[in-house]
């Protein structure tokens, strides 16, 4: 699966919100009553498939879908638009089922309705998918910052080492010399350590090249 882009949160609060049911009377109903709690829709769709292509020219801020539709199941659709965006979704269905529990599960369906969906139900549903799902975007920033920082570190390390053995300087004062090239030219102490790599990797070409 590809890595999406999650939409960003509207500043008022207000959330775009794709609908796709086969039934029209509960399409009617969530068109009629999500702008009642205070949010927009985003568009209507009567099966999976047109799911996905709305979502696909632009993505809304939550889905709210039937599991069962024809076509392409709910599922089905949250799978293919999960390739494209990343969209907090909630699933509608007529009584839940561990085998597809799981799989929504694994697709991060934040929350799913039992129908019949009542007022009752939808506000505060909506309220809490879109708290987990900021949660769970939160953390996975916080983890992809984290990865991106300890390879930051391996590159630093080997180009600090690199630099030790062509200046003839220790470890520390290699450090201190890339971090006042990356100072003064205004850019990160890593891009420094990039092209200090690269510049090893061409040396070490050319010092091969008598050998070849």
Not at 155 to 178: D, L, Q
Request: proline share 5%; with cysteine; aromatic share 4%.
């Amino acid at each position: 699966m590809t890595t999406a882009t999650a939409p960003a949160p509207p500043a008022t609060g207000t959330l775009q919100i794709a609908i796709a049911d086969d039934d029209q009377d509960v399409r009617e109903f969530l068109e009629r009553f999500v702008p009642v709690i205070g949010h927009a829709v985003h568009s209507v769709a009567a099966n999976g498939r047109e799911l996905v292509e709305h979502c696909r020219r632009a993505p809304p801020d939550l889905i709210l879908a039937d599991v069962k539709m024809p076509d392409m199941s709910g599922l089905e659709a949250v799978e293919a638009i999960a390739r494209f965006a990343t969209v907090p979704t909630i699933l509608l269905t007529g009584h839940a089922v561990p085998a597809w529990l799981e799989k929504a599960k694994e697709l991060g369906v934040m929350a799913y309705l039992v129908k019949p969906v009542t007022e009752h139900d939808l506000a505060p549903a909506i309220a809490l998918a879109r708290r987990h799902f900021e949660e769970m975007q939160a953390l996975r920033k916080e983890s992809a910052e984290l990865k991106q920082a300890l390879e930051d570190r391996k590159i630093i390390e080997r180009a600090k080492g690199a630099v030790t053995r062509r200046v003839g300087v220790n470890e520390n004062e290699a450090y201190r010399r890339m971090r006042k090239v990356a100072s003064n030219a205004n850019r990160k102490i890593v891009d420094v350590a990039r092209e200090i790599l690269a510049a090893e990797e061409t040396f070490h070409l050319m010092e091969t090249l008598d050998e070849r």
